[in-house]
């Protein structure tokens, strides 16, 4: 049997590399991708030096050209993909007459059009080979527009139809699409600066209110490991005080 191969693409320092991590742990090679793919060496180090293989590179997601050439470099030199996750963001908050037309392009770019792209290429190398795994991941604005979040709410609600089309069409060839819903404010830099910014001491706040991005990790760790007469296309998670 050959290790299992994953592309992380939008393997920034929390919930890609805790999916990076976790899918390590269990035995796959991991390939990572990141705008910046110089930051990727130290979780490349760490998992290479804890007996796992990992390759980082430098993708914009938002590119053709580039999702194309790190799917046709992955492919050549790393080996075949079984799973590919898209996890690039772009959640910013502007009031609707605040964001301009560079804002609203940027952010459905990262959130849509980055799934696309991953999405097609990924088909184009699972499809000829009958089985494979695409996840994207969501969010709370995949389901529902929220003040201040017009140009974000509109981009995850496309990824998200991208994405149950994708599912749609790829299912009955055995390729396995799910979109994952972070319902939540998962517990990284940023959203502890905004949570200040607010007001409020992050630090104060009661146990497991922010989401640990282990647990993104973990829930995609199940998708992938569903028995094909009981796929998931789309599994919501949320902390427990959560209000939905």
Known sequence: MTTPLVLI?????????AIARRFAAGGFTVCMGRRNGDKLAP?????TNAGGRAYGYTLDA?????VKDIFAR??????ALDLVICNVGGNVQFALR???ARVFRKVWEMACFAGFLAGREAANHMVPRGRG????????ASMRGTSGYAAFSAA?????ALAQSMAKELGPQNIHVAHLVIDAGVDTAFVRERIAQSGTNPDTLPADTLMNPQS???AYWHLYHQPRDGWTFEMDIRPYGESW
Not at 62 to 66: I, L, T, V
Not at 156 to 160: D, E, I, P
């Open 62 to 66: 938002r590119n053709e050209d580039s």
């Open 43 to 47: 979780l490349t180090a760490e998992i």
């Open 74 to 79: 992955v492919e050549a030199e790393v080996g």
């Open 156 to 160: 995850k609600a496309g990824q998200r």
């Open 9 to 17: 693409i939008g393997c920034g320092d929390y919930i890609g590399a």
């Open 98 to 100: 605040d964001t301009t």
């Open 216 to 218: 993104v990790a973990e």
């Open 133 to 140: 795994a695409i996840f994207l991941t969501g969010a709370s």
